[in-house]
């Protein structure tokens, strides 16, 4: 038997399994896993490499649309090719509707974007932000039938935020179709009610942001969201979480026998709200929302990701350009926080962040950090085993790892649209050193080596959870 390509010598990562074999593919997809495969076109060389499945990130903005004079620093070329480089294979976006679309049109839209721009795979989330009884009753339920889904829900921001009578009627769409329902939960009137006091006393520095919206705002919301799907007895994707109050929620939730997942976030992990006190704007390359939060909760958020609570650890990638009055220096976000454009670069940080402080210092093993990384991304939304995994029959979505290689992250290693890193000078053991999609290496030891157009749109089933 020959094949395309051989990767040989390596020690292959499952979610469950470790063990040294030879990965034969063919024709994009893996067909062999065994020793002593060498016929082949390509052959790579993983001696003292891990060969671990892509990741996959499942919580991504891209080319979104922002408010008057703010410019989303990625378009789907540039993500895609960062993603790749931090050895991602698949990204999953947000489809979000302009005034006037229907959701069919606006995913149109995302398509035209997106078609023969991607490095890597990709599939969408739909934003519900008008949930109609035309978009309820035929648009969601057309839409998850042809392999859209899951849906994303915010109780925050004023173009975005729905009320709970809104939010129970998208559930109870979503448990009728099957889809996954994720939800941003974080109080927009107490928000509100603490930007506008904070603006009246003259609190307006970037710093201010996390002031603004404090943990409680978020606890509130996760425990309101996670009893509007009880009500309605259907699965939801608390999305970054950021402490232990909100996570307690969930794990109140998961311990009922609640079909309640969570995600936290690399921001989580190493930032705290210090980070937004720097000078002038420099905190305003922090402002995310949830905000960063103190030393405890970051254990919190280990605690979260160890402890089987948290069940994916994604970006919430939201890139704008420091530099630049269209970004994070719109004129307006020098008045106050509250027109600082909301969201960081980190997509191709993610992985080595994770792999650095969870496995290379002890936190995980590297089953679990495949599972929090790739596996259950493809699980929840609806991809395994076509994806997420390392089996005979799956994609070739592959990502080489090198354990040992210790690296600084630094913007001048990366890929993205941003003029800055939020994660600069931040050093790290472990690092991919190859990603390969669908059989085709993308990028290696940070050089660019795959298609612009290789990338393809993935239809997605419903939830294996």
Not at 73 to 100: I, K, Y
Request: charged residues 25%.
């Amino acid at each position: 038997m020959t094949y395309d390509t051989v990767i040989r010598g390596g020690t292959v990562v499952t979610a469950a399994d470790t063990v040294r074999c030879d990965v034969g593919i063919r024709d994009g997809r893996i067909v062999a896993l065994a020793d002593g495969l060498d016929e082949a076109e390509t052959m790579i060389d993983a001696s003292d490499r891990l060969v671990l499945p892509g990741g996959i990130d499942s919580h991504v903005h891209i080319a979104q649309k922002q408010g008057e004079g703010i410019v989303m620093a990625d378009d789907f070329a540039s993500a895609t090719l960062s993603a790749a480089h931090g050895g991602n294979t698949m990204v999953l976006p947000f489809c979000l509707q302009e005034d006037g679309q229907t959701l069919r049109e606006a995913l149109t839209a995302y398509h035209a974007k997106a078609d023969g721009q991607c490095y890597i795979d990709v599939g969408f989330h739909i934003i519900v932000t008008d949930p109609t009884d035309q978009v309820l009753g035929q648009e969601l339920p057309a839409l998850v039938a042809d392999g859209y889904s899951s849906i994303k829900i915010f109780m925050t921001y004023d173009d975005l935020k729905l009320s709970d009578l809104e939010m129970l009627k998208v559930m109870d769409t979503a448990r009728a179709t099957g889809a996954l329902v994720m939800v941003h939960a974080e109080n927009y009137d107490a928000i509100r009610f603490m930007t506008d006091r904070l603006e009246q006393a003259g609190k307006t520095q970037p710093h201010h942001h996390a002031t603004s919206r404090p943990i409680v705002v978020e606890r509130e919301a996760t425990h309101r969201a996670i009893s509007l799907a009880e009500l309605i007895d259907v699965p939801i994707m608390i999305v970054h979480v950021s402490n232990r109050e909100a996570m307690d929620e969930i794990r109140r939730a998961q311990q009922k026998g609640l079909k309640v997942y969570g995600e936290t976030c690399p921001q989580y992990l190493v930032l705290t709200e210090r980070d937004l006190e720097g000078l002038n704007m420099e905190g305003s390359k922090y402002v995310c929302s949830p905000p960063p939060r103190d030393e405890a909760s970051q254990v919190a958020c280990w605690e979260g990701l160890t402890t089987g609570v948290f069940s994916v650890f994604s970006s919430d990638h939201c890139p704008f350009r420091y530099e630049d009055e269209q970004g994070k220096q719109i004129p307006k976000g020098r008045t106050s926080f509250r027109w600082v454009p909301n969201g960081i670069p980190g997509v191709e940080a993610r992985l080595p962040i994770l792999f650095s402080e969870g496995v290379s210092k002890g936190r995980m093993d590297i089953n679990r950090f495949v599972q929090l990384t790739s596996t259950n991304h493809a699980k929840l939304y609806g991809m395994y085993p076509r994806k997420g995994t390392i089996a005979v029959g799956a994609d070739a979505d592959i990502a080489i790892w090198d354990p040992k290689r210790e690296m600084t992250i630094s913007q001048s290693l990366k890929h993205h649209g941003a003029d800055y890193t939020p994660y600069e000078g931040f050093k790290v053991v472990g690092w991919p050193t190859l990603t390969m999609v669908r059989g085709r290496v993308v990028a290696q030891d940070g050089e660019t080596v795959g298609a612009l157009d290789w990338g393809q749109h993935v239809a997605r089933d419903r939830s294996s959870f």
